[in-house]
């Protein structure tokens, strides 16, 4: 069965100290880029080991997919909303649950005891 034309594939490449550098070949536009993910698997001697890489693949995984799915919000036109704002949005309604668990909303207005 032929593997899949994807924009963004995983791959390894070895070290000369003997582990496997982990990166995204991203093919776009008929222009080849790599993006090195900082990530390492170990020779595999022990189980501990082995998990560690299935760890490090499982991220690895994970990163290449949101890369795909920036790829394909900006190819079909969607802005996602910045990290910024969604930063913000997410204290302003941490800030407003904590504002309303510790105060009371009275008849009189705000703080005051009903």
């Known amino acids: 069965m032929a593997q899949s034309k994807e924009p963004i594939r995983l791959r390894k490449r070895k070290t000369p100290t003997g582990l496997y550098s982990i990166y995204l070949d991203i093919y776009l536009n008929g222009q080849k ?31 290449r997919g949101k890369r795909l799915v920036e790829l394909q919000n900006s190819e079909y036109g969607f802005n996602p909303l910045s990290r910024r704002t969604a930063i913000s949005t997410s204290i302003m309604w941490r800030c407003a649950k904590s504002v309303s668990k510790t105060t009371r909303w009275g008849i009189g207005g705000i703080g005051t005891p009903a």
């Open 33 to 63: 880029s790599y993006e090195y993910l900082k990530l390492y698997l170990i020779p595999e001697t022990s189980r501990t080991d082995k998990h560690k890489n299935q760890e490090t693949m499982k991220l690895a995984e994970a990163i």
